[in-house]
Protein backbone atom coordinates (compact mmCIF):
# COMPACT_ATOMS: atom_id res chain seq x y z
CA UNK A 1 0.00 0.00 0.00
CA UNK A 2 1.59 3.19 -1.22
CA UNK A 3 2.12 5.72 1.37
CA UNK A 4 0.09 8.99 2.26
CA UNK A 5 1.30 12.61 1.41
CA UNK A 6 0.30 16.13 1.80
CA UNK A 7 -1.08 17.84 -1.20
CA UNK A 8 1.02 19.90 -3.57
CA UNK A 9 0.77 23.49 -2.42
CA UNK A 10 2.26 26.31 -4.31
CA UNK A 11 2.59 29.91 -3.54
CA UNK A 12 0.82 32.93 -5.75
CA UNK A 13 4.54 33.83 -7.09
CA UNK A 14 5.06 29.99 -8.07
CA UNK A 15 1.34 30.08 -10.01
CA UNK A 16 1.46 32.99 -11.50
CA UNK A 17 4.96 31.39 -13.20
CA UNK A 18 2.89 28.77 -14.81
CA UNK A 19 0.01 30.87 -15.67
CA UNK A 20 2.52 32.93 -17.66
CA UNK A 21 4.39 29.94 -19.22
CA UNK A 22 0.74 28.78 -20.21
CA UNK A 23 -0.21 32.49 -21.54
CA UNK A 24 2.98 32.23 -23.73
CA UNK A 25 2.75 28.78 -25.58
CA UNK A 26 -0.93 30.16 -26.09
CA UNK A 27 -2.93 27.44 -24.43
CA UNK A 28 -6.75 28.77 -23.12
CA UNK A 29 -6.66 27.20 -19.87
CA UNK A 30 -9.37 26.93 -17.24
CA UNK A 31 -7.31 26.06 -13.79
CA UNK A 32 -3.64 25.90 -13.82
CA UNK A 33 -2.70 22.96 -11.17
CA UNK A 34 -3.35 20.33 -13.53
CA UNK A 35 -0.71 21.88 -15.74
CA UNK A 36 1.83 22.09 -12.61
CA UNK A 37 1.41 18.45 -12.07
CA UNK A 38 2.09 17.84 -15.49
CA UNK A 39 5.84 19.45 -14.54
CA UNK A 40 6.04 17.76 -10.99
CA UNK A 41 8.11 14.83 -11.26
CA UNK A 42 8.37 11.91 -8.91
CA UNK A 43 11.25 12.69 -7.08
CA UNK A 44 9.85 15.94 -6.03
CA UNK A 45 7.04 14.26 -4.61
CA UNK A 46 9.37 11.49 -2.77
CA UNK A 47 11.68 14.58 -1.47
CA UNK A 48 8.42 16.54 -0.43
CA UNK A 49 6.61 13.98 1.09
CA UNK A 50 3.76 14.61 -1.38
CA UNK A 51 0.78 12.27 -2.37
CA UNK A 52 1.93 9.93 -4.57
CA UNK A 53 -0.61 10.35 -7.22
CA UNK A 54 0.10 14.20 -7.74
CA UNK A 55 2.92 13.51 -9.79
CA UNK A 56 2.80 13.50 -13.67
CA UNK A 57 2.94 10.15 -14.26
CA UNK A 58 -0.71 9.40 -14.64
CA UNK A 59 -1.05 12.44 -16.96
CA UNK A 60 1.51 11.02 -19.01
CA UNK A 61 -0.24 8.14 -19.43
CA UNK A 62 -3.25 9.49 -20.48
CA UNK A 63 -0.96 12.59 -23.06
CA UNK A 64 0.22 9.15 -24.84
CA UNK A 65 -3.08 8.14 -25.26
CA UNK A 66 -4.44 11.75 -26.53
CA UNK A 67 -1.28 12.39 -28.65
CA UNK A 68 -1.43 9.43 -30.74
CA UNK A 69 -4.74 10.04 -31.25
CA UNK A 70 -4.32 13.20 -32.72
CA UNK A 71 -1.16 12.83 -34.34
CA UNK A 72 -3.14 9.59 -35.90
CA UNK A 73 -5.81 12.18 -37.03
CA UNK A 74 -3.81 14.53 -38.58
CA UNK A 75 -1.65 11.98 -40.87
CA UNK A 76 -5.12 10.82 -42.30
CA UNK A 77 -6.37 13.94 -43.20
CA UNK A 78 -3.03 15.42 -44.30
CA UNK A 79 -1.56 11.77 -46.44
CA UNK A 80 -4.56 10.50 -48.19
CA UNK A 81 -2.64 8.07 -50.19
CA UNK A 82 -0.48 6.76 -47.48
CA UNK A 83 -0.61 3.46 -46.57
CA UNK A 84 -1.28 2.32 -43.04
CA UNK A 85 2.04 0.84 -42.39
CA UNK A 86 3.89 4.09 -43.50
CA UNK A 87 1.80 6.14 -41.73
CA UNK A 88 2.36 4.14 -38.62
CA UNK A 89 6.47 4.70 -39.00
CA UNK A 90 5.60 8.22 -39.38
CA UNK A 91 3.65 8.36 -35.97
CA UNK A 92 6.38 6.56 -34.42
CA UNK A 93 8.87 8.79 -35.66
CA UNK A 94 6.61 11.46 -33.93
CA UNK A 95 6.29 10.86 -31.18
CA UNK A 96 9.34 9.05 -30.08
CA UNK A 97 11.19 9.92 -27.45
CA UNK A 98 14.04 12.00 -29.24
CA UNK A 99 10.93 14.44 -31.12
CA UNK A 100 9.28 14.85 -27.89
CA UNK A 101 12.40 16.10 -26.20
CA UNK A 102 12.82 18.11 -28.63
CA UNK A 103 9.72 19.82 -28.75
CA UNK A 104 9.97 20.55 -24.82
CA UNK A 105 13.33 21.89 -25.71
CA UNK A 106 12.04 24.12 -27.90
CA UNK A 107 9.25 25.20 -25.53
CA UNK A 108 11.36 25.27 -22.77
CA UNK A 109 9.80 22.77 -20.29
CA UNK A 110 12.57 21.91 -18.48
CA UNK A 111 12.73 25.53 -16.74
CA UNK A 112 9.00 24.69 -15.06
CA UNK A 113 9.80 21.00 -13.96
CA UNK A 114 9.71 20.77 -10.41
CA UNK A 115 12.79 18.08 -9.50
CA UNK A 116 13.86 16.59 -6.06
CA UNK A 117 17.66 17.42 -5.53
CA UNK A 118 19.13 14.12 -6.37
CA UNK A 119 17.47 14.41 -9.89
CA UNK A 120 18.16 18.15 -10.42
CA UNK A 121 22.00 17.19 -9.62
CA UNK A 122 21.97 14.50 -12.33
CA UNK A 123 21.20 16.54 -15.16
CA UNK A 124 17.15 15.87 -14.94
CA UNK A 125 16.30 18.83 -16.23
CA UNK A 126 17.85 18.35 -19.48
CA UNK A 127 17.43 14.26 -19.94
CA UNK A 128 15.52 13.38 -22.94
CA UNK A 129 13.59 10.86 -21.69
CA UNK A 130 12.09 13.10 -18.13
CA UNK A 131 11.45 16.21 -20.83
CA UNK A 132 9.76 13.29 -23.40
CA UNK A 133 7.71 12.16 -20.58
CA UNK A 134 6.50 15.74 -19.73
CA UNK A 135 5.98 16.78 -22.72
CA UNK A 136 3.39 13.56 -23.09
CA UNK A 137 1.94 14.93 -19.40
CA UNK A 138 1.37 18.28 -20.56
CA UNK A 139 -0.75 17.06 -23.40
CA UNK A 140 -2.99 15.04 -20.94
CA UNK A 141 -3.31 18.22 -19.24
CA UNK A 142 -4.35 20.60 -21.67
CA UNK A 143 -7.33 17.22 -22.55
CA UNK A 144 -8.31 17.29 -19.04
CA UNK A 145 -8.68 20.66 -18.60
CA UNK A 146 -9.50 22.36 -21.97
CA UNK A 147 -10.78 19.48 -23.89
CA UNK A 148 -9.59 17.66 -27.85
CA UNK A 149 -9.91 20.84 -29.69
CA UNK A 150 -7.32 23.53 -27.55
CA UNK A 151 -5.06 19.95 -27.69
CA UNK A 152 -5.63 19.99 -31.76
CA UNK A 153 -4.97 24.26 -31.26
CA UNK A 154 -1.83 23.50 -29.00
CA UNK A 155 -0.28 20.45 -31.71
CA UNK A 156 -1.45 23.28 -34.39
CA UNK A 157 1.33 25.55 -33.83
CA UNK A 158 4.20 23.72 -32.68
CA UNK A 159 3.65 19.94 -34.06
CA UNK A 160 1.59 19.47 -37.12
CA UNK A 161 3.62 22.16 -39.01
CA UNK A 162 6.97 19.98 -38.74
CA UNK A 163 5.02 17.82 -39.67
CA UNK A 164 3.95 19.20 -43.25
CA UNK A 165 7.55 20.42 -43.72
CA UNK A 166 8.76 16.86 -43.73
CA UNK A 167 11.02 16.72 -40.39
CA UNK A 168 10.12 13.69 -39.83
CA UNK A 169 10.17 11.88 -43.08
CA UNK A 170 14.11 10.79 -42.68
CA UNK A 171 13.57 9.29 -39.21
CA UNK A 172 10.83 6.70 -40.34
CA UNK A 173 12.76 4.37 -40.85
CA UNK A 174 16.87 3.76 -39.49
CA UNK A 175 16.60 0.24 -39.39
CA UNK A 176 16.05 -0.20 -43.07
CA UNK A 177 18.88 2.89 -44.31
CA UNK A 178 21.14 0.83 -41.71
CA UNK A 179 20.83 -2.69 -43.78
CA UNK A 180 21.03 -0.75 -46.59
CA UNK A 181 24.47 0.50 -45.73
CA UNK A 182 25.75 -2.82 -44.36
CA UNK A 183 24.46 -4.37 -47.51
CA UNK A 184 26.15 -1.69 -50.05
CA UNK A 185 29.50 -2.05 -48.46
CA UNK A 186 29.20 -5.93 -47.57
CA UNK A 187 29.94 -5.38 -44.24
CA UNK A 188 28.59 -8.80 -42.25
CA UNK A 189 25.08 -9.26 -40.55
CA UNK A 190 23.33 -7.09 -37.62
CA UNK A 191 21.68 -7.97 -35.00
CA UNK A 192 19.34 -6.30 -32.14
CA UNK A 193 19.30 -7.15 -28.30
CA UNK A 194 17.18 -5.85 -26.07
CA UNK A 195 19.84 -5.26 -22.98
CA UNK A 196 17.75 -3.27 -20.48
CA UNK A 197 13.94 -2.78 -19.38
CA UNK A 198 13.11 -0.52 -16.61
CA UNK A 199 10.44 2.08 -15.65
CA UNK A 200 6.75 0.81 -14.10
CA UNK A 201 4.58 -1.27 -16.39
CA UNK A 202 2.72 1.64 -17.27
CA UNK A 203 5.57 3.61 -18.55
CA UNK A 204 8.11 0.43 -19.58
CA UNK A 205 11.60 1.86 -21.26
CA UNK A 206 13.50 -0.30 -23.32
CA UNK A 207 16.86 -0.24 -24.20
CA UNK A 208 18.11 -2.17 -27.40
CA UNK A 209 21.85 -2.31 -28.74
CA UNK A 210 22.41 -3.38 -32.38
CA UNK A 211 25.65 -5.18 -33.40
CA UNK A 212 27.80 -5.98 -36.60
CA UNK A 213 28.71 -9.40 -36.54
CA UNK A 214 29.04 -9.67 -32.72
CA UNK A 215 30.88 -5.85 -32.17
CA UNK A 216 28.27 -3.34 -30.60
CA UNK A 217 27.35 -0.39 -32.68
CA UNK A 218 24.90 1.46 -30.72
CA UNK A 219 22.19 1.62 -27.99
CA UNK A 220 19.25 3.05 -28.21
CA UNK A 221 16.09 3.64 -25.97
CA UNK A 222 12.67 4.01 -26.33
CA UNK A 223 8.42 3.10 -25.26
CA UNK A 224 8.44 -0.29 -27.39
CA UNK A 225 10.83 -2.95 -28.63
CA UNK A 226 11.01 -1.31 -32.19
CA UNK A 227 11.28 1.97 -30.60
CA UNK A 228 14.17 1.37 -28.95
CA UNK A 229 15.61 -0.30 -31.99
CA UNK A 230 15.33 2.28 -34.30
CA UNK A 231 16.93 4.72 -32.24
CA UNK A 232 19.77 2.19 -31.75
CA UNK A 233 20.14 1.82 -34.95
CA UNK A 234 20.09 5.77 -35.81
CA UNK A 235 22.91 5.82 -33.24
CA UNK A 236 24.97 2.94 -35.57
CA UNK A 237 24.00 5.05 -38.25
CA UNK A 238 25.64 8.57 -36.46
CA UNK A 239 28.90 6.33 -35.81
CA UNK A 240 29.44 4.59 -39.28
CA UNK A 241 28.91 8.08 -41.24
CA UNK A 242 31.57 9.33 -38.64
CA UNK A 243 34.18 6.39 -39.82
Known amino acids: ?33 VYIQAFTHSSYVNEHRIRPHDDNERLEFLGDAVLELAISQYLYKL ?4 SEGEMTKLRAAIVCEPSLATNAEELHFGEYVLLGKGEEMTGGRERPA ?21 VYRFLERY ?67 KEAEQ ?13
Open 1 to 33: MKRQGRKLQMTKAQKAKYKQFLESVGVSYNKED
Open 79 to 82: FDHM
Open 130 to 150: LLADVFEAFIGAVYLDAGMEE
Open 159 to 225: VYPKIHDGAFSHMMDFKSQLQELIQRESQGQVQYHIVQEKGPAHSREFVSEVSLDDEPLGKGTGKSK
Open 231 to 243: MAAQKALEKLNEE
